[in-house]
């Protein structure tokens, strides 16, 4: 794309009419920018508009907006993106235009390129760039010295940007040496800029300057304190070790003296509390990491953090610099110098001045929990990783408690008391000191390691919760003091363990009525306390609660349910939807239960389907449908008519809509309604079984294995129809698709296992040429350790079905003599890396009988490969797994992400039955030492020696102690 008249007018009229209200011009517009960003020199052509001082602000905004997500997805295109990459001889030119125009630019315009350069750095800074730091460098000392602070917060903030790389990544050589760089050209300046900044403040305030002075220093020095952060992020460098006083001296001022010029509006004392927060931030770094040389100047920083922290603590809008400030002195209390609170009444003080007006709840906390519960539930329940003000002061107790533990427990208690008693006193008026105490319980509360399971210090946790949260549970009004409904909700899902069954039953119809209540949180929390409860197990992993417990609130319960799900913002609450869920997965499901619960169900499905937008709430969604059909069918499998009568017309319209995020889900319900069905199958599903054939639908990596489950649920219940209109060429033909490819194999094995378990030998015997002729080619290209363990799974499992005179003549079809060289290259090494019960018995089970019954290895001229193929047989049989298998570099394995990604998810209600084909044969030990005992009777004194000669010492050992534990002997 030419740079001249021509190209200023096009692009000009594109970025005015994406600013447009009406869609079709935008559209239109945006639809022309983004054919013209695949044509070269086009994101020069923009940043060139960006500069035309004479185009309108507003479009040359909307310019550098596009520039930077252009240079995002075009700088270095990810791996799987067809987007044209940005060429070299373009990316040189916008790296030479870009630091002078952002400078030059208004701060709007100035933001965008800031994020634009940081891109570049990104992935070019500093080795393919660098012109970079010393433009930027000469930039800065340029601007500090004409007072152009506009221009050096640009740069600052840019340097911010592209230091950030030091932060939170791991150590390597190339990291430390960009780092070594970096520091050997920016710590010297950076401090200059910061000292030189810091003298501007201290005049200004001597002589009384205003905040239009101040507000731009200020942002200068919390810029500073940023890349202060990111510079010493990965280690203490020597310029900062050498220069720490004078840091340090500007770092302590700032948390002790008061900026009455801009601390007297609300946007002037964010700023102030701004650069305290990143000063905090930075001193807690040190005490993290470089305790030792900090240490002389740790006192005056706990002193003054304790002494702002009184002032904060009391302040509503304060959070950013109350959470940096607690957390600094929880790094202090859980280290060597946790004597500084040692003192007399210290641990009280901090309680009483720091922990408790945190933990109060404040009007931001009632507003978020009214207008957000999403993101309430969020912070105060899933412990989200944003730092709440009182997440992070009982942080602070807990650290405290490390080395403190019995004068925490006794000042935090008394406060308890107090808060309790002030409730006491007053309940309308004091309902928040009572939330605060039952806070500091549940906050305080260690989980066992590697258990659900919580304990406490402070209260006998029976006591509280008989005289404090019984009351509010048994509350009639369940829309009052809503906030205190949650917090005794949350206590009793925290300690629902310690709660005795007889009294969490007495209180399951208060959960109940809870789900009705308005406020989103409660009824949220509610759902959340009766899922967790029927998680609970009792000693021996026995449920506490069983269907028998739930039945007779069953109807009532899922009633409630339902209908919270109608409340406003409630409309997909993912906690509702597990709720639903689990009980579902314990109770026992009658046709009176199970009619009303799937029309709720896929009515609900139905709605979601026109906007899928809450991927957990969804998925919750499909896992009640499959254990509800699961639970239900197997009480009375009639109930499946009337499953396919509700399902049907919902799964129908995810695959005619194409619905992408739901085609796997739809896919393993299908599956689950083929498996449970008796054959013959109704035309509506072989309709679906056609549908399954088409190459097409195959081509989206995330059906994969959702397609292989619904179809192996086919070759299961139809396998007469599969012999039918060509219908197995077709699958075979999927077969070979799927196994040519390293990430879908294993799924091509499981179709190909489902072909020959199900048919009849007569009926796969045409195709077996070419099964072999595929699985032989993809061995040749690429074969990988997956590959491997399932083509010794196949051949044991075609061997045990259809025997082995038919695997060893239809292999050497592809080739003669092929057969051997399989079984020696491939079957026998590969052997002992079979896991699994079902897989394990099978391998073991097949090559027991590839031994004892194959004419080609019972010929005295394959009597070392008959004792090598024993030697891996006892080594898969008799040692345990971690000394068969060493650990292999693989391709990762689907992930199980619940989201809409390509990835697939599993339904685990609509799981397959594992099925095991030799249910006859109970232990492959005693199958493998009665065969042999047979075969050698058979042949009296021949296979000791070929044992001896093939089988390592410790498998003779091994086999030895077999036949002795069995009662048979090979003589």
């Not at 601007?143 to 230091?163: H, K, P, Q, R």
């Not at 906030?483 to 709660?499: C, D, E, P, V, Y």
């Not at 937008?613 to 449908?625: A, C, G, M, W």
């Not at 052997?831 to 394990?840: N, P, W």
């Amino acid at each position: 794309m030419e740079w001249n008249p021509e190209t200023l007018q096009f692009l000009s009229q594109c970025f005015l009419h994406t600013l447009s209200p009406a869609p079709e011009p935008r559209r239109a517009a945006e639809r022309s920018l983004s054919e013209a960003a695949d044509r070269p020199n086009y994101g020069l052509a923009v940043l060139r508009l960006v500069a035309e001082q004479s185009v309108d602000e507003q479009i040359r905004h909307a310019a550098a907006v596009n520039f930077k997500n252009h240079l995002r997805s075009r700088w270095v295109p990810a791996g799987d993106s067809d987007l044209s990459p940005i060429v070299d001889s373009e990316k040189d030119q916008i790296k030479t235009l870009i630091v002078s125009l952002m400078l030059s630019s208004s701060p709007r315009i100035q933001s965008q390129l800031s994020e634009a350069l940081a891109v570049i750095g990104k992935h070019d800074f500093p080795k393919a760039w660098p012109a970079l730091l010393p433009e930027l460098i000469s930039s800065l000392q340029k601007a500090a010295l004409s007072g152009d602070y506009a221009s050096v917060n640009g740069i600052l903030g840019t340097a911010n940007s592209i230091f950030k790389k030091f932060r939170y990544q791991y150590k390597t050589n190339d990291l430390l040496l960009d780092l070594k760089y970096c520091l050997d050209n920016f710590a010297a300046p950076l401090l200059e800029m910061f000292l030189k900044t810091a003298s501007l403040i201290d005049s200004a305030m001597s002589s009384g300057g205003s905040a239009a002075i101040l507000k731009p220093l200020f942002e200068s020095q919390k810029l500073c304190c940023r890349i202060f952060f990111s510079l010493n992020f990965q280690e203490l460098p020597e310029f900062f070790e050498d220069h720490m006083k004078e840091w340090m001296g500007e770092f302590k001022k700032y948390l002790t003296t008061k900026y009455p010029a801009l601390e007297g509006t609300a946007d002037g004392l964010a700023l102030v509390d701004g650069l305290r927060a990143a000063v905090c931030e930075n001193i807690n770094l040190y005490m993290e990491k470089n305790e030792e040389e900090f240490q002389g100047f740790l006192n005056d920083f706990a002193s003054a953090v304790w002494t702002l922290l009184r002032d904060v603590s009391v302040s509503p809008s304060r959070d950013q610099l109350a959470t940096t400030a607690i957390k600094f002195l929880t790094t202090v209390s859980t280290s060597v110098h946790h004597a500084l609170f040692a003192g007399d009444g210290v641990i009280q003080e901090i309680c009483q001045s720091i922990v408790v007006p945190n933990v109060r709840l404040r009007d931001e906390d009632e507003e978020l929990f009214e207008m957000n519960y999403i993101e309430f539930i969020r912070r105060d329940m899933e412990g989200s990783d944003v730092d709440t003000r009182r997440r992070i002061a009982c942080e602070l107790l807990k650290g405290l408690a490390t080395n403190y533990r019995r004068q925490v427990t006794e000042v935090v208690s008394v406060q308890i008391q107090n808060l309790l008693a002030s409730f006491s006193a007053n309940p309308a008026v004091n309902w928040k000191d009572k939330d605060c105490a039952i806070y500091l319980v549940v906050s305080l509360a260690t989980k066992k390691a590697g258990g659900a399971s919580v304990s406490t210090d402070l209260v006998d946790v029976q006591s509280f919760f008989a005289s404090i949260i019984i009351p509010e549970l048994q509350s009639q009004d369940v829309n009052s003091f809503p906030m205190l409904k949650a917090g005794s909700l949350k206590f009793f899902t925290m300690f629902r363990g310690h709660i005795p069954k007889p009294l969490g039953l007495q209180l399951f119809p208060d959960l109940v009525r809870f789900l009705g209540a308005e406020s989103n949180v409660v009824h949220s929390y509610a759902a959340s306390c009766i899922e967790k409860l029927l998680l609970v197990k009792d000693e021996g992993g026995k449920a506490r609660y069983g269907p028998a417990d739930i039945s007779p609130f069953l109807p009532v319960l899922m009633t409630n349910l339902f209908n919270a799900l109608k409340y406003p913002e409630s409309e997909e609450n993912q906690y509702l939807m597990k709720c639903i869920m689990r009980v579902l997965g314990v109770s026992d499901i009658s046709g009176e239960v199970a009619g009303p619960c799937i029309s709720g169900l896929t009515s609900i499905l139905n709605e979601v389907c026109k906007n899928p937008k809450n991927p957990i709430f969804n998925h919750y969604l499909f896992e009640s449908v499959a254990v509800l059909v699961r639970r239900a069918c197997e009480r009375d499998i009639s109930l499946i008519s009337a499953f396919e009568a509700s399902l049907f017309p919902s799964l129908q319209m995810i695959l005619a809509n194409d619905i992408t995020e739901f085609l796997p889900y739809a896919f393993q319900l299908l599956a689950q309604l083929v498996e449970l069905n008796r054959p013959p199958l109704s035309p509506n599903y072989m309709q679906i079984f056609a549908l399954l054939l088409s190459p097409e639908v195959w081509k989206r990596s995330g059906n994969v294995p959702a397609l292989v489950r619904l179809l192996q649920a086919f070759l299961q219940k139809a396998p007469h129809e599969l012999n039918q209109e060509g219908r197995l060429s077709q699958v075979l033909g999927i077969f070979n698709m799927l196994v040519s490819s390293p990430s879908t194999d294993e799924q091509g094995f499981y179709v190909l296992n489902t072909v020959i378990e199900n048919l009849e030998y007569s009926v796969i015997a045409p195709y077996m040429t070419h099964i072999w002729n595929a699985l032989f080619t993809r061995l040749q290209n690429r074969r990988t350790v997956k590959f491997l363990k399932s083509l010794v799974i196949f051949m044991s499992l075609f061997l045990v079905k259809h025997g082995s005179v038919h695997l060893v003549d239809t292999m050497n079809t592809v080739q003669p003599n092929i057969f051997n060289v399989i079984l020696e290259q491939f079957w026998v090494p590969n052997l002992k890396l079979i896991t699994g019960t079902v897989e394990l018995k099978l391998a073991a089970v097949g090559a027991t009988r590839l031994i004892c019954e194959t004419a080609a290895l019972l010929d005295p001229s394959a009597a070392k490969l008959w004792g090598k193929m024993l030697d891996s047989i006892v080594t898969l049989v008799s040692r345990p797994e971690q000394e068969r298998i060493e650990d292999e570099p693989e391709m990762p394995d689907i992930a199980e992400n619940v989201g809409y990604t390509a990835a697939f998810v599993n339904l685990y209600n609509a799981g397959k039955k594992e099925e095991d084909p030799l249910k006859d044969i109970k232990d492959p030990k005693q199958f493998l030492v009665a065969s042999l005992a047979r075969l050698s009777a058979a042949s009296p004194g021949r296979y000791p020696q070929i044992i001896g000669e093939n089988l390592e010492q410790a498998n003779q050992a091994a086999l030895l102690q077999l036949c002795s534990t069995y009662g048979c002997s090979i003589a």
